[in-house]
């Protein structure tokens, strides 16, 4: 049987209320759980929507980097516009320093969250390897020199005591670096001199042979090292370059750096220069990464740097140089895990990484749900009970109605169904009692109106002296 909750609201029992006008009808239990459900799984919905937001939204990651106008820096600008121009997930930040050192300080310092340093310094302890932007190796080479500072001539390291050793760039760096060479062949770094100048002072300071043997470190093709080359020709003749015959004992003694080749013609010229290819040693650049940045952060950026790195070669040949870093777990910079994912391919998917965790959070939802729907029940329990005793007394009264003497008992009757009826519609309302006990309900109502209707039909046939007697006769009997 269908419950109509009009139909009830329609029946007047006392004729002094109008219920067929009363407001529309409340909206049932199952209406007010579904719209809970509703909202619920809207909720769910927006905390994942929110959550894949925050997971995916662009992150600006600073990078220090150094010195001003170096080549590190326009590969560094030429990355920050890439990933601007292409809405990348990661953009950068860079932030300018006076060197390799400089940068990495303020990784340790945690002012950056990527870094640009040399293999062959002291690497943070916080930092971790993201790629090799670069390799340098280094480049020997002696002038003879002209007039009364023309000296000997100089072939090999061995020779350099008390020579002067002209290094370029201002970086300390540099100059241990020929220390470390300089010790590999017994020349005690003491007993030579060493100038240093910058990059774009070469030409000045090998035109007025400030030094007699040279050093500049840096990529195969750099051009500060092709131009200060150049210049050696120009004012002395070709140069005679040093090799680096202990290049292997150097990196197996200074894992920073590795034994490399500078090939055959490098710097051009006929006949080429060198004439043969020279052994030295190398170092890297390192794209390094502060410990505490997001795995997923660091992977975004990797695979970032590795797409748009074609792009840049046109216009930044050094670009094509980038490599990835080294995994191996005995790698002199250790890699970070970001990194590390991407290159060995187990990089994960925003579902892959949190599918775990939206999953039990369903699960929890569910059984919060299920925990309060139950308690909800609970805490309804004595009302539903209470209008359990009100139906029971509506049965009742159907029983009593029919053997009521006056009219005046069944208007009465009339108005506690009146007040049972508002109490059942608000428990039903509240979720107290559902449809089908609301239905039960209705039955009994409609025996009630019966059962008055009939008896008053019996009361009002009679003539009023039999219905005043029958009340008197009652009366007395209950005194």
């Not at 109509?4 to 759980?33: C, I, V, Y």
């Not at 100048?197 to 007699?212: L, R, S, W």
């Not at 060198?274 to 997923?296: C, L, M, N, Q, Y």
Request: aromatic content about 6%; overall charge neutral; charged content about 20%.
């Amino acid at each position: 049987m269908k419950l109509s909750l009009k139909r009830l609201f329609g029946r007047s029992m006392t004729g002094g209320l109008d219920l067929a006008e009363a407001p529309p009808s409340p909206r049932s239990a199952a209406r007010k759980t579904a719209l809970v459900t509703l909202a619920l799984v809207l909720a769910i919905v927006g905390a994942l929507a929110g959550g894949y937001y925050f997971a995916m939204r662009p992150v600006t990651l600073k990078i220090a980097v150094g010195p001003a106008n170096s080549d590190d820096v326009k590969v560094v600008q030429a990355l920050t516009q890439a990933f601007t121009q292409t809405k990348s997930q990661v953009r950068l930040r860079p932030i300018q320093t006076d060197g390799a050192a400089a940068s990495a300080n303020a990784l340790a310092e945690g002012k950056v969250d990527l870094a640009i340093v040399r293999g062959d310094l002291d690497v943070p302890k916080n930092a971790q390897a993201v790629a090799t932007l670069r390799k340098n190796v280094v480049v020997l080479w002696s002038v003879p020199g002209k007039g009364k500072k023309r000296g000997p001539k100089i072939t090999k390291i061995s020779q350099l005591a008390g020579h002067r050793i002209g290094v370029v760039g201002r970086t300390q760096a540099n100059v241990n670096l020929l220390k470390v060479i300089l010790q590999q062949y017994g020349v005690d770094p003491a007993k030579v001199e060493i100038v240093q100048f910058p990059a774009n002072e070469v030409a000045e300071a090998i035109k007025a042979q400030k030094a007699d043997v040279y050093l500049a470190a840096g990529p195969v093709n750099s051009k500060i090292t092709a131009d200060a080359i150049a210049a050696s020709i120009k004012d002395f003749g070709a140069p005679n370059f040093l090799a680096i015959d202990s290049a292997d004992a150097i990196a197996q003694n200074h894992p920073v750096y590795e034994a490399s080749e500078i090939p055959a013609g490098t710097y051009g010229g006929s006949p080429a220069r060198p004439e043969d290819e020279v052994k030295t040693i190398s170092f890297s650049h390192h794209v390094v990464a502060r410990k505490g940045v997001s795995e997923t952060t660091i992977a975004a950026f990797t695979r970032q740097l590795f797409a748009v790195r074609q792009q840049l070669v046109t216009e930044f040949p050094l670009a094509a140089k980038i490599e990835t870093p080294d995994t191996d777990k005995d790698a002199v910079i250790p890699v970070h895990p970001g990194a590390a994912a991407f290159v060995d391919g187990e990089e994960k998917t925003f579902l892959d990484k949190y599918s775990d965790y939206i999953w039990w959070s369903l699960m929890a939802v569910s059984a919060m749900g299920s925990i309060g729907a139950w308690f909800a029940g609970y805490l309804k329990k004595d009302e539903r009970d209470n209008n359990n005793h009100q139906r029971e007394r509506l049965l009742d009264m159907i029983a009593a109605a029919r053997k009521c003497e006056t009219t005046e008992e069944l208007d009465q009757m009339q108005t506690e169904a009146d007040e049972i009826l508002r109490d059942t519609l608000r428990c039903f309302d509240h979720g107290a009692i559902e449809e089908a006990a609301l239905t039960s309900f209705n039955i009994a109502l409609d025996q009630f109106h019966a059962a008055v209707a009939d008896r008053k039909a019996v009361l009002f046939s009679l003539p009023q002296n039999l219905q005043r007697a029958g009340a008197a006769f009652r009366a007395a009997g209950n005194a």
